[in-house]
């Protein structure tokens, strides 16, 4: 399987724990995204990396989120002192400069805070 | 604030009837519109549209994006029940690939 993978694909805590979620982008891949997904939401952008390089973050990030692209190969979603809010799915997304176009996802790990 | 808008939030449709989603987006240095089709899990990539009037299709689906009117249309013929999904629309913009925003999705259901 050559498309983008992400570990675990369930992962449910206790508040206050931290967690850390793993992806693995498409390998000709330089770019890569994290998601979070409410239901009935779409997908809201968290961050973008370009190589190993993090460009972009957004505001939903708080201080107790924290993203590496050690290698520019796989990156991983670190959440410190889990709240029940931060419950959702989390996406992984990878793309090239090149085509074909748009951003390929990974399946998703869902995340429960108990 | 930037934000895309989808229209409508839920379709129900019986097999055979041809639908049309619907994309509205207002955003600062547009860049391109992207379909997305998202059944149980992630979202799986259908096109993405930077120029508008030039319609793209794929078997009954199709897509054309209006910089005019700042919206974008997905239609889908002669539905099948496999067309069930969540029809998400993106769209990048800013000066960076990683500034992508997604509307919230029209949720279709194609009864038999």
């Known amino acids: 399987d050559t498309g983008v993978s992400q570990n675990p694909r369930h992962k449910i805590t206790k508040r206050g724990q931290n967690v850390t979620f793993r992806c693995d982008p498409i390998?000709?891949?330089?770019?890569l995204y994290w998601y979070r997904q409410t239901l009935g939401q779409g997908p809201e952008f968290l961050t973008y990396?370009?190589?190993?390089?993090?460009?972009?973050k957004s505001r939903l990030l708080s201080d107790r989120f924290s993203a590496e692209r050690p290698k520019g190969s796989f990156s991983t979603l670190e959440i410190q002192r889990t709240e029940q809010g931060d419950s959702a799915m989390y996406l992984c997304?990878?793309?090239?400069?090149?085509?074909?176009?748009?951003?390929?996802f990974g399946p998703g790990t869902r995340l429960t805070v108990t | 604030e930037d934000k895309v808008v989808q229209s409508p939030l839920s379709l129900v449709v019986h097999e055979g009837d041809t639908v049309t989603l619907n994309c509205s987006y207002e955003?600062?240095?547009?860049?391109?519109l992207l379909w997305y089709k998202q059944e149980k899990k992630a979202p799986t990539f259908l096109f993405m549209l930077?120029?508008?009037?030039i319609e793209k299709k794929s078997g009954r689906l199709s897509s054309i994006l209006d910089k005019k009117e700042l919206s974008s249309i997905l239609n889908i013929t002669a539905t099948q029940t496999g067309d069930s999904a969540i029809y998400l629309c993106?769209?990048?913009?800013?000066?960076?690939?990683?500034?992508?925003?997604f509307g919230k999705g029209t949720k279709l259901s194609v009864k038999p």
């Open positions: 955003v600062t240095n547009f860049r391109s």
């Open positions: 993106a769209v990048v913009y800013g000066g960076s690939q990683g500034n992508l925003i």
């Open positions: 930077t120029s508008s009037g």
């Open positions: 997304a990878s793309s090239s400069p090149g085509r074909p176009p748009g951003q390929y």
């Open positions: 390998s000709e891949h330089n770019r």
């Open positions: 990396f370009q190589n190993e390089a993090q460009l972009e």
